[in-house]
């Protein structure tokens, strides 16, 4: 009997009271999964109906693709799908740039005690939720704050950030990059820690610069964790932040800052018209599921190396 | 020409560190200010003197919070839904990501969950779909909603699947030899080693849980039973409401800033407590979600 078993465990086979051990373990996980994942997926099948509470899924009528016919003859939903590509697009591009360009920077200072209070300091906000940051965001940007003293300096009139069409889009961006750059550098200065020494001292041999070095050896070695990041920050193209927006929007910047999340939970939860959100929501789910396959797809393909 | 050489490489050092030094304050001065807020009379905060230390120093509104019910009421559901909420996600965590640690060979439906899982991970039917059926399940008022919709953190145990599979095989084998059950193993050898990367995935989940306003936002219809940051969150949503620059004004400069500030930083001392540990393991979580499946 004991034999068997090690000759079991020698193959690396599983045997079947293992397997069971197994099954059993998974079992209240997976219920979970089926209730609050899949039964609501099966429940955003009421995009295409005509949803009534009192009725149930089952009761209420099915009205096939009008209600997306409906949401895309909105303008305001246009703009609101506009709104999260954008807004998603230069957080994208911003949160890859200036993590790797403060990694780099925070890699070339000596001193292991400043190093670690920098980074101790930076990855702080990150840890903050957008509730309490959106108060802090707001006293900085407020009409007699800090960010509008500062600009009195050089005789600029003070402007009313988040209340400006021209302007709320950009400091959602800056605000999210301020948030996060600490965080996401912490890849970055990973990656930098792995590059080969030996590359520098050749460098250094052959007489170039520190500059000359970051360019020619320090960015080409990050080369293949930004496309990874990138790509797999692709998928979620169509997350352009709900908590940071739904904290610090109002009605007057709808126009250049409401995103398909904010959009649905407007609808489907305020107003209580839960087929058209339901369908928004769907609408955006089966995109991001798309992009998010071909982003790790990509990512496999250039970099031998996805997230599943 | 030496000496021009190291004074442009002298010149770059000072740069590189006042603008790192200048994004690291970044990151700092907005926390400082909204402390010194806090502690400054109400009269400097609204007219917005207060910078970097308080001005007017005074204690008030802390008194004030301390007296506040619904405040700590609110700070009382948090602890408990962060308690409960991340005893659940670890044990999920490990009982999921246990066996589908485990090779094809050794467990071939393995290869079928693991889809499952994934699936569950990228695709989410959306709020409202979600919303139906936590009321359909009565879950709604209840604590049960702040933890139980999200019971599974998937991410989290596809970390912990890639930590469990970097422990070394020969383990396993030698304890399987010795005729261990699949339980003991995991208790006796798999728990002990994985510490770190428990630790890591359980101050995730016990940040996301304090942090979380939105499933209170959306399930609690009394405001009486709001966790602390559904709390907050709703004593700042004035200024999502307004409809005109002018009146925005007016509320920023009408609203209790000293209070709410106070609110603020006493809300986020649990995080500050907890935040040497974070620190410490998150860099570790990182890089073992690195190892990729």
Not at chain 2, 89 to 112: C, D, G, H, Q, W
Request: net charge positive; aromatic share 14%; with cysteine.
């Amino acid at each position: 009997m004991s034999g068997k078993k090690a000759a079991k465990a020698a193959t690396g086979k599983g045997g079947s009271k293992e397997r069971l051990t197994f099954h059993l373990m998974l079992l209240p996980g997976m219920i979970m999964l089926l209730i609050f994942v899949f039964i609501p997926l099966v429940g955003s099948l009421m995009a295409f109906q005509d949803y009534i509470p009192a009725k149930g899924l089952f009761g209420s009528k099915w009205v096939g693709w009008e209600n997306f016919e409906i949401i895309f003859s909105f303008p305001d939903s246009v703009q609101v799908f506009w709104n999260t590509l954008i807004i998603a697009f230069a957080k994208l591009v911003f949160n890859t740039i200036i993590p790797v360009f403060f990694s780099i920077l925070l890699n070339e200072l000596g001193g292991r005690f400043f190093k670690r209070t920098f980074q101790t300091i930076v990855y702080l906000p990150h840890f903050l939720s957008w509730v309490v940051l959106a108060t802090v965001v707001s006293n900085m940007f407020s009409l007699d704050g800090p960010i509008n003293a500062f600009l009195g300096l050089f005789g600029v009139e003070p402007i009313q950030f988040l209340a400006d069409n021209n302007w709320f889009r950009t400091v959602i961006v800056s605000t999210d990059v301020w948030k996060e750059f600490g965080y996401n550098s912490v890849i970055y200065l990973a990656a930098l820690l792995s590059i080969d020494p030996g590359l520098y001292e050749a460098g250094s041999i052959d007489g170039a610069s520190r500059f000359k070095q970051i360019m020619h050896i320090t960015i080409p070695s990050l080369m293949p964790t930004i496309v990874l990041m990138v790509a797999l920050n692709l998928g979620n193209i169509l997350n352009a932040g709900f908590d940071q927006i739904f904290n610090l929007y109002n009605p007057i910047v709808y126009e250049t800052g409401d995103i398909i999340d904010t959009y649905v939970y407007r609808i489907g939860m305020v107003e209580g018209q839960y087929s058209i959100g339901a369908a928004v929501g769907l609408f955006k789910s089966v995109i991001s599921f798309a992009l998010i396959l071909g982003a790790n797809k990509m990512a496999k393909v250039t970099t031998g190396s996805g997230i599943f | 020409m030496i000496q021009k050489k190291s004074f442009g490489a002298y010149t770059a050092k000072v740069l590189i560190w006042m603008i790192v030094i200048l994004m690291t304050l970044s990151c700092l001065l907005p926390l400082i200010n909204m402390i010194a807020i806090s502690l400054s009379g109400s009269s400097a905060v609204a007219a917005n003197q207060v910078g970097l230390l308080p001005v007017d120093f005074t204690l008030t509104t802390y008194n004030k919070l301390l007296k506040d019910s619904q405040f700590w009421a609110s700070f009382w559901i948090s602890v408990q839904r962060v308690v409960l909420g991340t005893l659940i996600n670890m044990f999920f965590v490990i009982t999921m990501a246990y066996p589908l640690s485990k090779s094809k060979f050794r467990f071939p439906a393995r290869e079928v969950y693991i889809k499952f899982v994934i699936f569950a991970m990228l695709f989410s039917g959306g709020i409202i779909p979600l919303y139906m059926v936590v009321s359909g399940l009565k879950l709604t008022d209840t604590i049960w909603a702040l933890v139980l919709p999200g019971a599974v953190p998937v991410f989290n145990v596809i970390l912990m699947i890639n930590f469990f599979k970097s422990v070394p095989e020969s383990l396993d084998e030698a304890a399987r030899i010795d005729g261990a059950s699949p339980l003991t193993i995991l208790v006796k050898i798999y728990l002990p080693v994985s510490l770190p990367a428990l630790a890591t995935v359980a101050l995730f989940s016990i940040v996301g849980h304090w942090n979380d306003y939105f499933s209170g936002l959306l399930y609690m219809n009394k405001a009486s039973l709001y966790p602390l940051q559904t709390y907050i969150q709703q004593l700042t949503v004035d200024i999502t409401q307004v409809t005109d620059a002018e009146q925005l004004k007016q509320l920023s400069q009408m609203s209790n800033r000293a209070f709410n500030a106070t609110k603020i930083v006493v809300s986020t001392i649990p995080l500050l407590v907890i935040y040497p540990f974070l620190q410490k393991y998150f860099v570790s979580g990182i890089v073992i979600g690195a190892v990729k499946e």
